[in-house]
């Protein structure tokens, strides 16, 4: 009687090294970005002692993002974003390589 062999398991996203790239810069822009949040917010205090002023700094930094959230999902629901549909299609297509490349003569 043979023995059973476990089947191997299948590699993770990590194994590939463009993923892992885009991964690691998107982790590392990520941190830049809320180190930056913080130290903004560090200084405005250190600069005023004034609790107030702090919270507005925290204010105008939040609302661009929550004011641009609903101009963008208008935008996604209307269609306006069908060309980075197709982009993000295009990207998972020559991820899981069925993208037709020539081929050298």
Do not use: N
Not at 11 to 30: E, F
Not at 80 to 89: E, H, L
């Amino acid at each position: 009687m043979r023995p059973v062999r476990a089947a191997a398991p299948e590699p993770g996203p990590l194994s590939l090294p463009a993923y892992r790239i885009d991964w690691l810069s998107r982790l590392v822009a990520t941190l830049a970005a809320q180190i930056q949040v913080v130290a903004v917010g560090w200084q405005m205090y250190a600069l005023t002692d004034s609790a107030l002023d702090l919270g507005l700094v925290g204010l105008v930094q939040l609302l661009p993002s929550v004011l641009l959230l609903f101009v963008v999902g208008l935008m996604a629901a209307a269609g306006a974003g069908g060309a980075s549909c197709r982009a993000s299609k295009h990207k998972r297509a020559v991820r899981r390589g069925r993208v037709w490349r020539p081929q050298a003569p």
